[in-house]
């Protein structure tokens, strides 16, 4: 009768007791076990040192999506007494806000940021509207009127910003130009029943946008959407 443990040992070729023997590997088995056993020890080691990460860092807000259209040209019927011309604007927009919130200057045919003395608020977005993060889409709306605004066509330009410098007011301006992003909308004050032939675009941001000397300016918007 045939113990096992003899059976074992001879159909491995080892006999009892007997330890592995590197030596008798081949050169390539022995290699690669040396491979084995590092991978196995590097496993062990530590991160000692935390990767530096950057604070995050605030952003100027970004208009996405504006309501109406700023193609468009909106015809606004005059309600009946003094600067009563009013338009709502809606708009979409992301910031990097560091816990600051955002706030808006609504300028009447804005043709930049100077000289400011010819600057004209229509109104302001305050308080501002919550902070955010980069990735949060947020909504704004505002409803405003053109105070002693002549008919015709006119500009209306939103400025986001995330601070307002209102020591000159009403002549107010973002205290950092860096910081901003604009939209602007045009409006035919005093259409109605009457007067619904429509104005080209064109032609509205030609007209009424008097320079200090009195010439035509060009109403165009600086760092606004189109």
């Known amino acids: 009768m045939v ?5 074992v040992t001879a159909m491995s070729g080892r006999r009892p007791g007997e330890t592995w023997n ?26 000692t040192s935390s990767p530096e990460l950057q604070p995050p860092q605030r ?12 193609y468009l ?6 309600l009946g007494v003094s600067g009563a011309y009013q ?14 919130g955002v706030e808006g200057i609504i300028y009447v045919d804005f043709q930049g940021f100077e000289p400011r003395d010819n600057l ?6 305050l308080p501002p509207l919550p902070a955010g993060q980069l990735n949060d889409m947020r909504h704004g709306t505002k409803t405003f009127s053109f105070r002693d605004t002549p008919p015709g066509c006119h500009s209306a330009t939103l400025v986001l910003t995330h601070s307002i410098d209102q020591t000159h007011y009403p002549h107010a301006i ?22 619904n032939t429509g104005t080209e675009l064109a032609t509205c941001a030609s007209l009424l946008v008097r320079s200090a000397d009195g010439g035509t300016g060009d109403a165009s918007v600086e760092g606004g959407q189109q």
């Open 120 to 125: 004209k608020v229509l109104d302001l977005i």
């Open 87 to 100: 338009a709502t604007i809606d708009f979409d927009f992301v910031s990097e806000d560091l816990g600051q």
């Open 174 to 195: 973002p205290f950092d130009l860096n910081d901003i992003d604009s939209q602007t909308w045009w409006y035919e004050l005093g259409a109605g029943p009457l007067d």
């Open 59 to 70: 952003t100027a807000p970004s208009i996405r999506s504006v309501y109406p259209a700023p």
């Open 3 to 7: 113990r096992l443990e003899s059976s």
């Open 73 to 78: 040209i909106q015809e606004l019927p005059n």
């Open 22 to 47: 590197f030596a008798r590997l081949g050169r390539l088995a022995r290699a690669s076990l040396g491979v084995l056993s590092m991978g196995i020890g590097s496993q062990g080691c530590l991160v």
